[in-house]
T-cell receptor, first 111, second 112 residues
Framework: GEDVEQSLFLSVREGDSSVINCTYT??????LYWYKQEPGAGLQLLTY?????DMKQDQRLTVLLNKKDKHLSLRIADTQTGDSAIYFC???????????FGKGTSLLVTP | DTGVSQDPRHKITKRGQNVTFRCDPI?????LYWYRQTLGQGPEFLTY????????KSRLLSDRFSAERPKGSFSTLEIQRTEQGDSAMYLC??????????FGPGTRLTVT
C-alpha cells in the first residue's frame, strides 16, 4: 500500500512550540489521528480530526488539516521534556476498519 | 482500569516454537484489531474482529498466524513455528464501530 509520510526526527527546546508534519494517502479518509508512543509502550491516542474540519484545538495541541494537499500537522505549544516520544500520524482508511500509520516522528525536547 | 490489556508483555521463544498472546479489549467495544510493529516502523494492520467474526486479514498474516475471538470479548493471536522475522511488538486495539482505536501496551516477542 501507499506510505503515510512523516519526517523522522525533530528537536526543540523546552518551552518552544513543536510542529510535526504528515502527508497521508487516502483522500477519502474520514478521520485522521495523532498517537504518541513512549519507549517500550503502546500507543496513546492524543487527538483526531474529522475530514470536514480544517483545524482542531485541544489544550496544548492544535491539529491542522489541508485536504487538498492531504497534509496534516500537529502543533504542541509550550513543549515539555515529558513530550519527548515518537508521534505517529494515522489515516482511517475508507475501507472502514484499519489505520494506516506513518513511520513516526521522534521528538526530542531539550532543557 | 478499563483500558485494553495484553498478556504477556514480553515473550522470548526459540525458533520453531508456538506462542499465543491474549488481548482483553475495553468492555463495551465490539471491534478488536491486531497490529504488528517492528523497530523504526509504525504499526501494520494484521486482522480485525467485529464481535466474534473475523472480518478482514492482511496479507501480512501468513498461514502460521491465527487469531480468534470466540465469545466476542477477549482475543488470542497464535503464531506457529515461529521464525526470527516474527520478532516484533504485537499490539491490540479496540473500538466501537467507527470509533477511535485505543491500544494496549503490546506484547514484545523475541524469537531466538
Amino acid at each position: 500500500g501507499e506510505d503515510v509520510e512523516q519526517s523522522l526526527f525533530l528537536s526543540v527546546r523546552e518551552g518552544d512550540s513543536s510542529v510535526i508534519n504528515c502527508t497521508y494517502t487516502d483522500s477519502s479518509s474520514t478521520y485522521l489521528y495523532w498517537y504518541k508512543q513512549e519507549p517500550g509502550a503502546g500507543l496513546q491516542l492524543l487527538t483526531y480530526i474529522f475530514s470536514n474540519m480544517d483545524m482542531k484545538q485541544d489544550q496544548r495541541l492544535t491539529v491542522l488539516l489541508n485536504k487538498k494537499d492531504k497534509h496534516l500537522s500537529l502543533r504542541i505549544a509550550d513543549t515539555q521534556t515529558g513530550d519527548s516520544a515518537i508521534y505517529f500520524c494515522a489515516e482511517y482508511l475508507s475501507s472502514g476498519y484499519a489505520l494506516n500509520f506513518g513511520k513516526g516522528t521522534s521528538l526530542l525536547v531539550t532543557p | 482500569d478499563t483500558g485494553v490489556s495484553q498478556d504477556p508483555r514480553h515473550k522470548i521463544t526459540k525458533r520453531g516454537q508456538n506462542v499465543t498472546f491474549r488481548c482483553d479489549p475495553i468492555s463495551e467495544h465490539n471491534r478488536l484489531y491486531w497490529y504488528r510493529q517492528t523497530l523504526g516502523q509504525g504499526p501494520e494492520f494484521l486482522t480485525y474482529f467485529q464481535n466474534e467474526a473475523q472480518l478482514e486479514k492482511s496479507r501480512l498474516l501468513s498461514d502460521r498466524f491465527s487469531a480468534e475471538r470466540p465469545k466476542g470479548s477477549f482475543s488470542t493471536l497464535e503464531i506457529q513455528r515461529t521464525e526470527q522475522g516474527d520478532s516484533a511488538m504485537y499490539l491490540c486495539a479496540s473500538s466501537t464501530i467507527m470509533g477511535e482505536q485505543y491500544f494496549g501496551p503490546g506484547t514484545r516477542l523475541t524469537v531466538t
